[in-house]
């Protein structure tokens, strides 16, 4: 089987290797406000191809377009390999940004390795990072993952380890993260959570959950989350909510309490 496609709005921020806490590689490509792609999909392999602009093509007075191309193939059942580039061709920076990744997934281990780079010539500056993520399924509900971040951006490496259960009614969670660990400006992150859900009938939902942070300094978040949702009633979805908006108790903000109802027809 095979497909061929446009689309009519693209953009080249790519960002397959996010920063765990800092040094984040923003591949943000000037000329990339609006743009057309030609893709094609066949027996695993996605090839696309994509012109830029630097505004909307009604108000790009000088021309300036950027060019770029993706791909990705999977690889048997297991692995996918896939990349990218975009380049300000007909642009005044002619910034440069690409991105590859790989990644292998058969139960219960999954691995990828990712990275993005943008080279920016005026003023002259070549960014790169990489990360790694490593997870394994333990059990039914409880999943264990690593990730480790590289930037050459500010030069260190962010790591953090996970543990998540989620099986219904009941989700938790912790994890441990180090920022910076090679400089003076080491941090440490601790993260809790849990929540837990009531099914009080059929149609009827009671949620609650909370979040708790430290960086270990004395410094802590505490965001909880409450909400009632009903679905009696065809197409309509009624919701009471306690603190949507991830407010934080301990630094006295209690957030807000928020009805809501949605129809859909």
């Known amino acids: 089987m095979w497909a061929l496609s446009v689309s009519t709005w693209n953009k080249f921020d790519f960002a397959n290797a996010d920063a765990l806490y800092t040094g984040d590689v923003a591949v943000t490509i000037d000329a990339d406000k609006a743009g057309t792609s030609l893709s094609y999909t066949a027996n695993g392999l996605s090839v696309g191809v994509t012109a830029a602009s630097k505004a909307d093509w009604t108000a790009n007075n000088k021309n300036e377009y950027a060019l770029g191309a993706n791909a990705s193939y999977k690889v048997g059942d297991a692995i996918t390999v896939s990349g990218g580039v975009a380049y300000d061709a007909f642009d005044a920076t002619k910034q440069l940004g690409g991105t590859a990744s790989i990644a292998y997934s058969a139960a219960p281990l999954t691995v990828s390795v990712a990275t993005d780079l943008f080279y920016d010539p005026t003023p002259k500056t070549f960014d790169a990072d990489a990360l790694l993520t490593v997870g394994y399924a333990v059990m039914e509900g409880l999943d264990a993952e690593a990730d480790a971040y590289y930037s050459t951006l500010d030069n260190d490496v962010d790591a953090k380890v996970a543990v998540d259960y989620a099986v219904d009614p009941i989700e938790a969670g912790v994890w441990f993260g180090i920022a910076d660990p090679i ?17 009080i009938d059929a149609a009827t939902k009671f949620y609650v959950y909370a979040e708790y942070t430290s960086d270990f300094t004395g410094k802590g978040s505490l965001v909880p989350y409450v909400s009632l949702t009903n679905t009696s009633v065809t197409n309509t979805t009624l919701k009471l909510e306690y603190n949507p908006d991830d407010a934080d108790v301990l630094a006295g903000k209690y957030g807000k309490i928020i009805a809501s109802a949605k129809i859909s027809l």
């Open 183 to 199: 400089t003076p400006a080491i941090a440490y992150d601790l993260g809790i959570y849990a929540g837990y859900t009531y099914a």
